[in-house]
């Protein structure tokens, strides 16, 4: 019999009144370490002191303006500092809201592009499977796989899939899929989308930049554009400043580029979209219609752009990128113990990012996202004092840069507590399947 776990989803939420540093405190006092980062956004900490001073500095002298026949100092300066730390040929920015919205700013811009250019039949895209995008509905589409969207499939554009390269074979798989796919329809296809390095929504799933870079080089060769979603996996999450600074180690390169999340350090709502020169000149045009006309009410704004600014001259300290190396080197270590453990399989550490996954006994334990399963281990470690929010049975941790090596320690020590009620839980037996 598959075990039943005590119902989580009925649990009122945790009631956050402050934060500091990596940790967040209810209205009882108690404190949390955010082990996720409050979903990958919280880069520098809680309340950090300068991005919220650049905030206040800022709004006592401009709030916001429309970005629409209107710049200003913070948008103007961001864009100059985002093109001086990201890769060739990062040469624009296109400002929006959200990391969604950055997915959508680049579909919309790569199909465009083929059509300012008189190629109009380049409208297919293709994706990794289980990709994950966002929720509007162009990302929807590109991250169908993902298996989020099943009641609006009526609705999303189709998109070519080709496997994602986790592992040797599955590597040949996914470059032998898009071989032929450029062989048989390149002048169809407009564009490739992925997140490099880490898949992050569908299981934290690892790929070499190596890899990421042969798929880039295909495109190329072929004519078509990539897009790089690095939404989660920029601002120094696996390692360097943006994922595809280690891709192009390897010879290849994004023609557009998305982030946000940690763009503003986990203070603000605000995207980007980045892209080369060449793909910014083919919408250069006396016709409005060749314009890329997409805009937002508060693209740009000046609190995000303040708060953005703050954030990346942080990471010109050293000690950012030194408390970066102290987390990644964390995970390292305890990654042996996690490999001989009974319970857990495929631990794996990109940069800051560590996972793994909960075996069960059962093979019908309900370990999907959103199971009862699943909000048991949110449950268990928010009791605990951790912060997780897992992806099924995909344990994560996605801390903060500025925790300290006693609060990551404590969390892989509570850890094994975790993993002693889970065996308990699991365990073939009267009443294991109760809980």
């Not at 996914?174 to 898949?199: F, H, K, M």
């Amino acid at each position: 019999m598959a075990p039943v776990y005590a119902n989580a989803n009925r649990r009122p939420p945790l009631a956050v009144v402050r934060g500091d540093g990596e940790f967040l405190f209810d209205a009882h006092g108690n404190k949390y370490f955010d082990a996720v980062s409050s979903w990958w956004v919280n880069i520098h900490g809680h309340s950090n002191p300068t991005i919220a001073q650049a905030i206040a500095n800022q709004a006592l002298e401009l709030e916001h303006v429309m970005f629409a026949g209107v710049t200003h100092p913070p948008a103007a300066l961001l864009a100059e500092k985002l093109i001086q730390h990201a890769p060739a040929p990062m040469a624009k920015v296109f400002y929006s809201d959200n990391g969604s919205t950055a997915i959508e700013v680049a579909l919309k811009m790569a199909f465009q592009y083929w059509q300012n250019k008189g190629m109009g039949a380049k409208k297919r895209v293709v994706a990794l499977e289980g990709g994950y995008h966002g929720d509007t509905f162009g990302a929807m589409a590109a991250g169908r796989s993902s298996g989020f969207y099943d009641p609006f499939t009526p609705w999303l554009f189709q998109v070519d899939f080709i496997p994602t390269g986790i592992c040797a074979c599955t590597e040949e798989e996914a470059l032998a899929a898009l071989d032929q796919l450029l062989a048989t329809s390149a002048e169809e296809i407009a564009a490739l989308i992925l997140e490099p390095l880490i898949q992050g929504a569908s299981g934290m799933r690892f790929m070499r930049a190596a890899h990421v870079a042969e798929l880039c080089k295909r495109c190329e060769a072929a004519g078509v554009l990539v897009i790089f979603d690095e939404v989660f996996t920029a601002f120094g999450r696996t390692g360097t400043l943006f994922s595809a600074d280690q891709v192009a180690q390897f010879g290849g390169h994004a023609d557009i580029i998305c982030i946000s999340k940690g763009l503003t350090g986990g203070f603000m709502p605000m995207a980007a979209t980045l892209t080369s020169q060449a793909v910014y000149d083919a919408f250069l045009s006396d016709q409005v219609g060749h314009a890329l006309l997409h805009g937002h009410s508060y693209t740009a704004n000046p609190l995000g752009c303040a708060a953005a600014l703050a954030s990346l001259a942080l990471f010109n300290e050293e000690s950012t990128w030194a408390n970066i190396r102290h987390i990644e080197a964390t995970h390292q270590r305890w990654l042996p113990t996690l490999a001989c453990h009974p319970l857990i399989e495929n631990p794996r550490v990109c940069g800051t990012v560590a996972a793994f996954e909960l075996k069960s006994s059962h093979s019908q334990c309900g370990l999907g996202y959103g199971s009862n399963a699943s909000q048991w281990i949110r449950q268990t470690f928010l009791e605990l004092g951790i912060v997780v929010r897992p992806l099924g049975n995909t344990v994560y941790w996605v801390p903060p840069y500025c925790t300290t090596p006693e609060t990551l320690e404590n969390a892989y020590q509570t850890l094994i507590q975790v993993l002693q009620r889970w065996g308990t839980l699991i365990a073939p037996g009267p009443g294991s399947e109760l809980f």
